[in-house]
């Protein structure tokens, strides 16, 4: 569980910090407006909740499809097709950026427990004199 914690704490710091560059930042809110478009034509089109609706946006961009949501209608598997093409480009390209900026801007777990000064111990004598 710490894992999952530090991981989404880095997540975040990692969105916060990249949202100052211009690149990322057009990336960051194409991908949101593509969330949002697939989300909201999946509520009108196909008439799923709103958290159906989403849930079938981000699963279909991430490529996971579970296959337990599917547009029914002809308008809906067009859409799906466009919205896969474009969103997967964008998303990718997104994530692509975001694992570039955190392993450029934040040294890893490893390499900082490697330059860490090891502490003496109690039992240890000390060296200043």
Do not use: C
């Not at 950026?97 to 900082?112: F, G, I, T, V």
């Amino acid at each position: 569980m710490p894992a999952l914690f530090i991981f989404l704490l880095r997540l975040v710091r990692g969105i916060r910090d990249g949202l100052k560059e211009p690149e990322f930042r057009g990336l960051f809110w194409s991908v949101v407006l593509i969330l949002l478009t697939g989300t909201w034509f999946y509520h009108q089109v196909e008439g799923w909740s709103w958290l159906d609706s989403f849930y079938f946006s981000v699963i279909t961009l991430t490529t996971v499809g579970y296959g337990d949501f599917s547009p029914q209608t002809a308008v809906g598997k067009i859409f799906t097709i466009i919205y896969i093409i474009l969103g997967l480009g964008v998303l990718s390209s997104f994530l692509l950026l975001l694992a570039n900026y955190q392993s450029s801007n934040s040294p890893s777990l490893l390499s900082r427990l490697k330059n860490r000064e090891k502490r003496p111990s109690a039992n240890e004598p000390s060296t200043k004199e």
